[in-house]
């Protein structure tokens, strides 16, 4: 009986192509889609049976060299069945783990995906010879147009192990590779193409630098427009157009009240602000959906395609000489990349960093510096100077937007910089240097690239709503109860003397260990009774990021660095705030 | 037994080496002291990084930072510091 299905295989061959290919839209769990980081668990049919079916991380070997391939190893022991998948253009060192699977006696098939890639190179695999070689059924494989994914699935029942492959060691595995190479495979010499080329302006220094800095500001403006778009067109129709008359007609059924304060919350001048009201319903439902999930949206599909176009290996290679001086190597600005979208992802991707070291600082600064889209958007509706839109009433805009946001990016970036280095050379251990597979450049398929984005917009969803219909519903209690305002008074003389700040700020800091944008929500709701200046709303916003990241976010920090490192890490962010929040008061406010 | 050849960090930009010897400790610390350090030497040896295999420098990246190189199929960065442990004699 198959009970349990484990995919494995390298890198960068297919397998999530092959995992979504195989549960169709079925995939009921994740951890978090699309990286290698954690695995994806879904459901097939085989033989009208119901068969779980789990996508590992990619791994080399069965001796994990990071974190992320040990999760792959563990896998392994559940497994009924084993889908070895394969890179036919690299077939000699994905046979490696290959050989490692036969030699544990798992019942294996093999996936020989990206097949038509091996023909377009000139390479020639024949599949039957590798698979009585191997005595393990060898289906070739188009993971992306679904071709052999049909017999894949009825070969399933026929895998098996070798008991002539037998355990041995590295030279010995070597030596029989080369020889199942000889009898199988033949390569036509091949010529430079357009890929290559391409490759290798992205690649080059002279070149590749400013394609990055392009492709990452693009990334952002696209993220922006995308994002002003759906809010402006789609969603605040939909809020003001359909919602709020159907929230206003609940309020008066509900008539005043304790229920009508939880759910609609206090009125402004007689009606429901969305973002002041402070109920469920409307301020719970509305920062989420209206607010938020517009920019969640289309930074994930921004960064699926950065992700499935094979772009980001390049990017670690152009900037690892930085990120090796901040402790790391080129490939910590992947969990960097992430944690713009949200933190915890982010905190998941420090494990494909080798050593200890290396993970404590690519989660700290992740903490400190780096705001998730959520926080962001919720920004980008602060400084929204349009006035129309805008919600916040300041005292006076003395620049274009621009000039707050990248006040606040400019801090954090330095930031990033400056703890990075101190990090490094205060934080014992080592820091190995990049080894990164760059992949071809390949063309992302529409297909999985929506729906890898829908995947992490429901994670986003299932994560952000329960906490924030938490919070409000908190903070609405603490309202009443006037728990808000005395709060506000103890903490005046803190903030007052110490960052230029009213003391009611305690409260939008307090809220945002909850949620960072649910913070920023009150910070907005804050603004009918204190007046802000703009510098200090870009003070808000940047100690907001860096002084403690949000619950969900530290509840994987402890799980991912133990308790007493996350310790460490804590007193590095409190203590970064505070002084950050000290010099740009000078800075900005000049008092 | 002495070994001809060049690190392969010193091959130049475009020119292909055969790789005749790895010498050990792939990150100047002690051997095998932290998490995984065997992992990540079988990792350079599945992706091609063994005796007796022919290998492109790609691209270099300026002030000693990784440089890209091709064995194969595949292409891949590596750190100027394991650049410098494998040994080529330049074809």
Known sequence: MIKKIVLMGNPNVGKSVVFSRLTGANVIASNYPGTTVDFSKGKMRIEGES??????????????????EEVAVKMLKEADVVI????????????????????????????????????????????????????????????????GIKTLVTRIKEARSNEKIKP????????????????VEQVEHRHHTIKDRISDLTIKPLTGVPIAAGIIFLSFWIVRFIGENLIE????????????????????RLGPGIINDFFIGRLVDGEIDFVQSLGM??????????????????????????????????????VDNVFHKLGMHGYGIVPMFLGLGCNVPGALATRTLETRKQRFISATLLAIAVPCMAQLSMVFAIFSQDPESSILAVESWQY??????????????????????????????????IFLEIPPYRRPNLKTVLKK????????????????????FLISILYNLGFIDWLGAIFEPLMEGVFGLPGVVSIVLLTGFLRKDLAVGMLLALTSTVTFNPMQLVIIATILTIYFPCVATFAVLVKELGIKDMLKSTAIMVSTAVIVGIILRFVLLGV | ??????????????????????????????????????????RLNVLGIREGQIIRVDSKQPLMGPITISVGNSQMTIGRGIAYKIIVEEL
Do not use: C
């Not at chain 1, 991380?57 to 069965?62: A, D, N």
């Not at chain 1, 294996?108 to 191997?134: M, Q």
């Open chain 1, 281 to 318: 319903l409307t301020t719970g439902v509305y920062i989420p959906i209206g607010m938020v999930l517009p920019y969640i949206f289309a930074f994930y599909l921004v960064l699926s395609l950065l992700e499935d176009s094979g772009y980001l290996p390049r990017l670690a290679t152009l």
């Open chain 1, 233 to 252: 067109h789609v969603f605040d129709r939909f809020f003001y157009g359909v919602y709020l008359p159907l929230m206003n007609g609940l309020s008066g």
């Open chain 1, 453 to 472: 984005t829908w995947m992490r917009i429901r994670w986003f969803l299932k994560e952000a709503i329960p906490w924030l219909i938490l919070g409000v």
């Open chain 1, 168 to 183: 041995t060691s590295d030279e010995g595995r070597w030596i029989e590779i080369g020889s199942i190479i000889k009898k």
């Open chain 1, 84 to 147: 070895n998948v394969i890179d036919a253009t690299n077939l000699e060192r994905n046979l490696y783990l290959t050989l490692e699977l036969l030699e544990r006696d798992l019942p294996v098939v093999i996936a020989l995906n990206l097949w038509d890639e091996a023909r377009h190179l000139g390479i020639h695999i024949n599949e039957e010879k590798l698979e009585k070689l191997l005595g393990v059924p060898v289906v070739p494989t188009i993971a992306l147009t679904g071709e």
């Open chain 2, 1 to 42: 037994m002495y070994k001809r050849g060049i690190p392969l960090a010193h091959l130049k930009k475009g020119k292909t080496g055969r790789i005749t010897h790895i010498r050990r400790g792939y990150h100047g610390g002690p051997h095998g002291r932290h998490h995984g350090l065997h992992g990540f030497q079988r």
């Open chain 1, 51 to 68: 068969v779980e079916i789990i996508d590992a991380p990619g791994t080399y070997s069965l001796q994990p060299s990071n974190k992320a």
């Open chain 1, 400 to 433: 274009p937007p621009v000039v707050y946001i990248s006040l606040v990016f400019l801090t954090l970036i330095i930031l990033y910089i400056i703890v990075g280095l101190i990090l490094n050379k205060s934080i014992k251990g080592e820091s190995p240097e």
